[in-house]
Nanobody, 126 residues
Framework: QSQFVQSGGGLVQPGGSLRLSCAAS????????IGWFRQAPGKEREGVLC????????YYADSVKGRFTSSRDNAKNTVYLQMNSLKPEDTAVYYC???????????????????WGQGTQVTVSS
């Protein structure tokens, strides 16, 4: 059972953009920091960035700085990941996650999180 419902993934050409959505299911995310992770085939899951409860972001992957931004719409109980200037190396399954026991916790270690979305595939290819 997923605690987030994710959408917005798909196939895009290099240089294109996608906007991922992560809607909380069964709880209110207002006071929770949300981490974004991605996992490419044959690679470890890596932290991308984390958006705090106050909408500030911490970047874990230097390669996405200036290209990816996260935002939240508490009225819709949803957080977003806007991905611009996409590159083939961005190809991965993207996940959103949070720590249900701590309302404002950010970490680049995926094993610290217990609430997860189902993941959505992002493929950047010509």
């Amino acid at each position: 059972q997923s605690q987030f419902v994710q959408s917005g993934g798909g196939l895009v050409q290099p240089g294109g953009s996608l906007r991922l959505s992560c809607a909380a299911s069964g709880f209110t995310l207002d006071n929770y920091a949300i981490g974004w992770f991605r996992q490419a085939p044959g690679k470890e899951r890596e932290g991308v960035l984390c958006i705090s409860s106050s909408s500030g972001s911490t970047y874990y992957a230097d390669s996405v700085k200036g290209r990816f931004t996260s935002s939240r719409d508490n009225a819709k109980n949803t957080v977003y990941l806007q991905m611009n200037s996409l590159k083939p190396e961005d190809t991965a399954v993207y996940y959103c996650a949070t720590d249900s026991l701590f309302p404002d916790y950010c970490s680049d270690s995926y094993y610290r999180y217990d609430y997860w979305g189902q993941g959505t595939q992002v493929t950047v290819s010509s």
